[in-house]
């Protein structure tokens, strides 16, 4: 069990250019979620797969943002003409898909600087 | 839509006080609820989950109650030490319609340990 692996851990970019995140979850786990934190805020969701199905996005994943998890294992998140607001620590966590009470594991977070 | 408050935002305590921090939440058909610690600058760390049948989970030094009905948790931290400085997050669980469990963030509470 090596963790929920995030990269990068962090990136500046200038505003309208198009960044990609990536999560590697904890392996057999089935459940991958994306979270977004700003500062002096607790984490929001963004959205949710269990293996390779995008089955929720939450309104804050405006449509300039896309995620996916081909073949159920690590997951992308894509941000295009990125924009000021989306400066945010980037979250990403893994559980198992057995029941209700799994924990859900996170990883260190990409943070996203907008210059 | 479930929202989550901790109180305090803020705690300064001297080394080896116990400490309770509380949570509360407004909808009461959660399934869990997690307590977290997260460093600066990095993810998070799972420390306690509580289903919603339990009231109390412990793990070392720490405590967690769950008083489901009325919304409230709290995370007791015995004989404090300086490396127990963090945020504090706690996070109950609901299920959405669309199958994900989603975790519900309060803005946690910043623990700082003086030796």
């Known amino acids: 069990d090596t963790g929920v692996s995030q990269n990068p851990r962090h990136k500046i970019t200038k505003r309208g250019q198009n960044v990609t995140f990536r999560c590697d979850p904890i392996s057999e786990h089935n459940r991958l979620y994306w979270y977004r934190q700003t500062l002096g805020q607790g984490p929001e969701f963004l959205t949710y797969f269990q293996n390779e199905a995008q089955l929720e996005k939450s309104r804050l994943l405006s449509d300039r943002f896309s995620a996916e998890r081909p073949k159920g294992s690590f997951s992308t998140l894509e941000i295009q003409r990125t924009e000021q607001g989306d400066s945010a620590m980037y979250l990403c966590a893994s559980s198992f898909a057995r029941g209700s009470n799994q924990p859900q594991h996170f990883g260190d977070g990409t943070r996203l600087s907008i210059l | 839509k479930q929202e989550v408050t901790q109180i305090p935002a803020a705690l300064s305590v001297p080394e080896g006080e116990n400490l309770v921090l509380n949570c509360s939440f407004t909808?009461?058909?959660?399934?869990?609820l997690q307590w977290f610690r997260q460093d600066p600058g990095k993810g998070l760390t799972s420390l306690l989950l509580?289903?919603?049948?339990?009231r109390e989970q412990t793990s070392g030094r720490l405590n967690a109650s769950l008083d489901k009905s009325s919304g409230r948790s709290t995370l007791y931290i015995a004989a404090s030490q300086p490396g127990d400085s963090a945020t504090y997050l706690c996070?109950?669980?609901?299920?959405?319609?669309?199958?994900?469990?989603?975790?519900?963030f309060g803005k946690g509470t910043k623990l700082s340990v003086i030796p």
């Open positions: 509580i289903q919603s049948s339990q």
């Open positions: 996070a109950p669980t609901s299920h959405s319609g669309a199958g994900s469990y989603q975790l519900t």
């Open positions: 909808d009461s058909a959660i399934y869990n």
